[in-house]
């Protein structure tokens, strides 16, 4: 590695190193910061479950979900945007449903971090908080490509080494809907512009 691309990469690095140590005293938003929690539960996962409409033969129209790293920038204080992008390709079976039908859901839970693991929360216990997102997946090119690759390379740096002859490709989860699950009482809904407007 160059000193200029070593250099190029220190503000990233002291980001996620200061991240992992804020992480350790961050605290969860309360209940009552719904878009809060929201944008902190995606932060904090790094892959959700993904379901689409499946156009296979023989499951035509019915629900399909499946598992898929996703990001919404670097790890720690310093990257999060709230999009949540993914790295696709074509042969995946979901992405095949998807250009059929590009509507989709999409779930992360905190049951994946050390949060509920450190609580005892059981990942369907509400306090294990997780969020459902409701929209479609979108191909995005040019500048945005180029944000979606250093979100996902950052946190899934194997993706870098998949086989090219997938051609993959990045997406992002165009967010329409928002449910968050966190406390008891039942769901709450939180629209896009909340959801981007605060802080995580």
């Known amino acids: 590695m160059s000193v200029s691309s070593a250099m190029a990469r220190l503000p990233l690095l002291l980001c996620a190193a200061s991240g ?3 992480a350790a005293v961050a605290a969860i938003p309360p209940p009552e910061e719904a878009a809060r929690m929201a944008r902190y539960v995606l932060h904090s996962c790094d892959w959700g479950a993904l379901a689409t409409l499946s156009a296979q033969e023989g499951l035509r129209g019915r629900p399909f979900a499946n598992i898929f790293s996703l990001s919404d920038g ?3 204080p310093c990257g999060g945007s709230g999009v949540p992008y993914l790295y696709l390709t074509d ?4 992405v095949q ?27 369907q216990n509400p ?5 459902i997102f409701v929209g479609s997946i979108v191909k995005v090119n040019g500048s945005e490509a180029d944000i979606a690759k250093k979100a996902l390379f950052t946190r899934h740096p194997e993706m870098e080494s998949w086989p090219k002859d997938h051609n993959w490709f990045f997406a992002k989860f165009n967010i329409t809907n928002i449910w968050v699950l966190d406390y008891f009482g ?8 909340e959801y981007y407007s605060v802080k995580p």
Request: net charge negative; glycine share 4%; proline share 10%.
């Open 186 to 193: 039942g769901l709450k809904i939180v629209t896009p512009e």
């Open 91 to 94: 042969m995946e079976i979901s």
């Open 74 to 76: 670097p790890p720690g």
């Open 127 to 131: 306090l294990c908080a997780h969020i």
């Open 20 to 22: 992992l140590l804020l």
């Open 97 to 123: 449903d998807l250009e059929v039908n590009s509507n989709a859901s999409l779930t992360v839970s905190l049951a994946q971090t050390p949060y509920c693991r450190k609580h005892k929360y059981d990942p």
